[in-house]
C-alpha cells in the first residue's frame, strides 16, 4: 500500500524543494494595497465572524475606541486622545486591510511534525461547504464532531485549541489504522480515504442504533458515485453488468494533456482474458460509465511510476487543470446527479450491487435534501459540470518526502493558499499555472 504514495515529509529539504515558490515567485503575493479587495466579512460566510476575533483587538481597534473617548470628551482629555489616536496611527500605519488580512491568516492549522498531509486534506474537506454542513448535523458521530469543532476552532485563531483538536483527529483515526499512529510521512490520498472510510462507518452504526433516526453519512451524499462495468464476450456477445461505489477516481497522468485526456483514458474501452459462461470463449471487452454522479468529485493524480530499476519514482508532467470539467462523455445516458442517493430498490434488478453497497435506511436523510440541492444547479441537460474548487499539490522532486498544501476557493471564486499556518491570498490562474505539475488531489463541485 505504501509503495503507491506521495508521502510527505516536514520541513523539506532544498533538493526536493525544487518546486517551492521562489522570491520571485513571493514578489507576486498580494501587497496590503491588494487586499483592500479582500471580500468583507459580510461577504464570506465561511470567514470568521467579528466575535471570532474578538480575542485579537488590533491596534485599530484601540484608535477607534479613542475617537469615540475623543467625541465625548472636552478640554485637555479630549485632546489628549486626539494626539493618541494620532499616535497609534502614524506608528502602525495600520488600516482597514489589515483587519482583512487577519479574517483569512487566521485559518491556518499547526504543524504537529509531518502533519502536512493531514493540514492540506482538512483544509480541502473545510473548503466544501455543502459537506461541512452535512459534517456538522452529526454530532453524535465523535469523528464528525472532531471535525467540525475543528472547522470552527480555525477561525477563532486559536493555536492552542488547533492544536489540541489535530491531536485528537489523528488519536481517533489512528485508533483503527495503525499506519498514522506516529509522526512518520504520509500520503494524502491514502489519508483522505481512511478519513472518508472510517466516518461512514462510525455513520452507519449510528444510523442503525436507532431506526427512527433520520442519519445522512456525509460521505455518501457528497463524495459517493456509483459505475457500472459492463463485460460483453467478444465471441457470442453476452453481458455481464457489475456495478461498485467509490469516493474518487485514480487516474493516470496523460504526459502533455489535461485533466480531461486522464479521464478519457480511465473510461477507455479494454479488452480483458476472461471466460465466458456461454461460450467458454476468454476473450471480452469492457465498458465503463458513471451510473451516478457525486456531489464532489475527487480525482486523485497517480503521480509515480516504476522506473527501469524497478524504483518507485515521482511523477512531474505537467497536466492542464481546466477550471470546468463535463463528465457528460462518461456518463451513462440516464445518469443524473443525485442517481446515487436513490433507494436502491429503484436500480434495475439486472444490475448486481457491489458487496458492501450503501442501505436505503442510510440513504433516506439524504434523499431529501440532495433534492433540495438540485434545484439551485443550473446547466443544460446532460452536461453534468463541476467547478474546480480546491487542488491539492505535493510539493517536492521524490515520492518518499515533499510538502503537502492546499488551494481552495470559496463559492465567489476567492482563492486562499493554505500551508500549514501561513495562508495567503491566490487566485485560480496562479493555481492552475504553479500547480500543473505538482497538483496530486483535484476537487470538483457539481455546478
Ligand atoms: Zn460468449
Redesign the pocket.
Known amino acids: 500500500m505504501r509503495l503507491f504514495s506521495l508521502l510527505c515529509f516536514c520541513p523539506p529539504t532544498l533538493a526536493d524543494c525544487a518546486e517551492q515558490p521562489t522570491l520571485t515567485d513571493c514578489a507576486e503575493q498580494p501587497t496590503l494595497t491588494d487586499c483592500a479587495e479582500q471580500p468583507t466579512l459580510a461577504d464570506c460566510a465561511e470567514q470568521p465572524t467579528l466575535a471570532d476575533c474578538a480575542e485579537q483587538p488590533t491596534l485599530t481597534d484601540c484608535a477607534e475606541r479613542l475617537v469615540t473617548a475623543e467625541v465625548k470628551a472636552t478640554g485637555w482629555f479630549g485632546r489628549l486622545c486626539y494626539s493618541l489616536k494620532k499616535f497609534v496611527k502614524e506608528r502602525t500605519g495600520e488600516d482597514e486591510t489589515q483587519n482583512k488580512r487577519l479574517v483569512y491568516t487566521v485559518l491556518g492549522l499547526p504543524n504537529l511534525r509531518n502533519m502536512c498531509y493531514m493540514n492540506a486534506t482538512l483544509q480541502s474537506l473545510f473548503s466544501l461547504q455543502d459537506f461541512m454542513e452535512d459534517v456538522r448535523r452529526e454530532e453524535s458521530s465523535r469523528l464528525m464532531k472532531c471535525v467540525a469543532e475543528l472547522h470552527a476552532a480555525r477561525r477563532c485563531g486559536s493555536s492552542n485549541k488547533k492544536t489540541d483538536l489535530l491531536k485528537t483527529l489523528k488519536k481517533s483515526v489512528s485508533e483503527n489504522c495503525r499506519d498514522f499512529c506516529g509522526h512518520e510521512q504520509q500520503d494524502a490520498h491514502e489519508f483522505l480515504n481512511v478519513l472518508m472510510s472510517q466516518m461512514k462507518e462510525e455513520g452507519s452504526i449510528l444510523s442503525t442504533a436507532d431506526g427512527l433516526h433520520p442519519y445522512t453519512c456525509p460521505v455518501e451524499a457528497n463524495f459517493e458515485f456509483d459505475l457500472l462495468s459492463c463485460r460483453t ?1 467478444l ?2 456477445g ?1 453481458t455481464v453488468h457489475k456495478m461498485e461505489s467509490y469516493n474518487s477516481l485514480s487516474v493516470d497522468l496523460v504526459s502533455g494533456g489535461s485533466v480531461e485526456d486522464s479521464l478519457a483514458l480511465y473510461f477507455m474501452d479494454y479488452e480483458v482474458e476472461c471466460q ?1 459462461s ?2 467458454f ?1 476468454q476473450l471480452a471487452i469492457v465498458e465503463q460509465k458513471l451510473q451516478s454522479l457525486p456531489r464532489v468529485l475527487v480525482l486523485q493524480l497517480k503521480r509515480f511510476t516504476f522506473n527501469s530499476k524497478l524504483t518507485l519514482v515521482k511523477l512531474q508532467d505537467t497536466l492542464e487543470i481546466p477550471p470546468v470539467l463535463s463528465l457528460q462523455d462518461h456518463s451513462d445516458a440516464t445518469a443524473t446527479y443525485g442517481d446515487c442517493h436513490e433507494p436502491s430498490s429503484s436500480k434495475g434488478d439486472a444490475v448486481p450491487t457491489a458487496a458492501g453497497k450503501k442501505q436505503s435506511s442510510v440513504k433516506c436523510g439524504a434523499e431529501d435534501r440532495v433534492e433540495q440541492y438540485s434545484c439551485t444547479v443550473n446547466q443544460p441537460a446532460g452536461r453534468h459540470e463541476y467547478r474546480l474548487t480546491s487542488v491539492l499539490s505535493h510539493i517536492g522532486a521524490s515520492v518518499r518526502h515533499g510538502h503537502y498544501i492546499s488551494e481552495c476557493a470559496d463559492r465567489d471564486g476567492n482563492w486562499l493558499l493554505f500551508d500549514d499556518e501561513t495562508v495567503k491570498q491566490t487566485d485560480l490562474e496562479s493555481v492552475l499555472c504553479q500547480r500543473a505539475s505538482c497538483a496530486y488531489l483535484l476537487f470538483y463541485e457539481y455546478r
Do not use: I
Open positions: 464476450c465471441s457470442c453476452e465466458c456461454v461460450c470463449a
